[in-house]
């Protein structure tokens, strides 16, 4: 079965790759993620992690301070979160006077840095007597479940102890082999579910790669050779995914045609190396699907290359 797959969509894609480029587009949309201050500003990625990180749901947040400036309270038991911002630190020439310190033309004197320092603040669902000013824009996307899909994703989880997979609901998809995380945005927020399973398997075929599996080298430069090698396999393995499951999407295979196109330009100088993504990806899908043992049997020309992902 795995070999007939791989053999079908393997064919597809080189076909469609024969035929020229066609634009790749990121299959979902940030709308879905809004944490943001009393003001209505939406708060930098690395503050929107650490708020997914400390559990805290979407919503506007406030300081201890603004809370009781507009006559609130915070309810009793109620956790905050910590958000980071950037200030300056001057340092200045201790031999130089008050005055001379404060003197613009002394300015040369003076050396600033970037300090990271962080403050505290509360969700407004945590706040009692004050109101939300800003609503969240709700995602209206509801799909159906693919029933061959989910029993896939939910098998191989199911079969590899320590991988954990979740919706984090913010605008990145990626697979973190520190962690042995995958994370993909909420489904919600996709263009459509099929495009949903495509990302996931994307991930999922990266983390066939993890030490205690394939054991695939999978830490490499952003843009390198290897980068875009391991690229390949992830999206290769999600196209026989979600054909694997039945899932007959035009759009969700020529977005994996044309995002394989961009990376298959590292590799165009030498064919060694697509072919090599081609045999690791087959290997990978044939890992995904549970036929174990068959993967391990599949020949793998790794000599010259590794591969990674982060997203």
Known sequence: MANEVYSIVSEKIANALENGVCPWHKPWSAKGCQYVNRRGQAYSFLNTLLLMAQGKPEGEFLTFKQVQAEGGSIRKGA???????????????????ATEQADADNEDKVKTIPYLKYYRVFHISDCEGIEPKHAIEETKNEFEPIAEAEKLLADYLAANEGLTFAEDGGDS????PTTD??????????ESIEEFYSTTFHECGHSTGHESRLNRPIKNQFGSVKYSEEELVAEIVAACA??????????????????LQGWAK???????????????AEKAYKYLIGERESASNTEDNTKSTKGKKAA
Do not use: Q
Not at 173 to 176: D, G, I, L
Not at 266 to 280: G, H, Q, T, V, Y
């Open 79 to 97: 956790e905050s979160a910590i958000i980071t911002f950037y200030t300056k630190l001057v340092i200045k020439d201790k031999s130089l006077t």
């Open 173 to 176: 998809a990626y697979y973190s």
């Open 181 to 190: 995380a995958i994370h993909v945005p909420m489904r919600s927020t996709f």
């Open 242 to 259: 979600v054909f694997h499951c039945g899932i007959d999407s035009d759009k969700a295979f020529n977005n994996s045609v044309a995002y």
């Open 266 to 280: 590292k590799l165009r100088e030498n064919p060694k190396w697509f072919a090599i993504a081609s045999a690791r």
